[in-house]
């Protein structure tokens, strides 16, 4: 080869290896690296793979435990429970027990009703729904009458009653009358500061209709003329007299069974308040004998005659024995009476015993006992005609009752007459 052709080759390789600054070498895997041992490690004499893994999980358990710590004293710190010098802790003080009123809180005391009793008089129910005794003392009643404040009353002019007991309740009269329809109201202050549970109980409204005012006639009793004939007795029981030509319709019933029927003509005012007693003689004589149920009622013709008809009707039995005593002579007479189904009926009634003989100038005794075991009975003495008014006993249960009268003559002259009896 010419010397000029090995030149040009040198020069040529010249150039091309100083363009070329980076050798490129083949890929190669990645490299591994051997893992540090620690000396405890090393001479434990478990394999290098075993030593790793139990290294990291040991390592991650660490971790674990100290985030726990960490997260604990944080919930300590928030609530107050560790601070950086350990305090020694100190026993509670016994603090003395609240009242059982102050602690618990359960005061309650609530207006339930509004209703009338004696055709006006305005009655308040109030009862205590809380659990704890509610003291009365201080309390205030204000009466709103058509949303206008009437009166304001204090406990202690209405009741002496000093405290309500849980669940207790008590029927107030107020010392107010409605008349006609009115839209009643009553709010309750209770005394002091205190607290209740349900502070919208403490009032109730109602619309009531009190009776106006205007006569009140009423059937308040039975007699009999000389003849043993039915009489009837009335009253105006009202604020208003009945004028003298007022029409009423009457019935009679004796033993259940109508016997009259007609309208009477008031010939005579009937005075207010009771103050005069109108006898009412039937256009037909009705004589009774023995035992005799008998059964009155009437009817105003006019509805301003008589403003409240529950008192318009009245039912009484008679019982009525014949006597005939000689001269020093006794006689003894038996007889049942039921008793009324209520304890405030039976104080509310009485047994009425009348003796009627034709020597009225010669006196007789007269005793009863409510039955065979009674113990010193009663002994009434006088002259034609004795009448006894004995009121029920109100101890015994109900139920009929066995009662025994005994008539005696003190003189020695003969006697005639009969023994009344007249109960519900």
Known sequence: MPKGAILFLACFVFFIGCSTQKTVQPISSLTYEAPVYLVDEYLSGLPPEKRVDERSEK???DQKGEEEERKEEKTKIEEGKVTKEEKPSLPTPLLPPEPLQERIGLYDLAVTDLYLKKKRQLVATLVNVGEVPFQMDGLVLNLFVDRRLE???????LSNKKELQPQESIHLSLPYSIIGQREVEIRVDPPGERIELNQENNQFKKSLEGFPLGPDIAVKDFSLTEDLELMILLCNEGEVDLRRGGTFRVRIYLNDRKISDFEHYVSEDLKAHSKTIYVLIP?????LKGSSRVRVSLMPKLRQDDIFLENNALERRFIIFPFQLGGQGREQFSFLIP?????REAMSESIKMELRWEKATAPLQLSFRESEGSKDPPYFTGKSPLKVEYPFPTFE???ESIWMVSVTNLFDNRVEGHLIIQHP
């Open 283 to 287: 256009p037909y004589r009705i004589p």
């Open 59 to 61: 390592g991650g358990e």
């Open 397 to 399: 249960p109900q139920g």
């Open 339 to 343: 008793r009324p189904p209520s304890r």
């Open 151 to 157: 009166g304001r009353y204090l406990w202690e002019t």
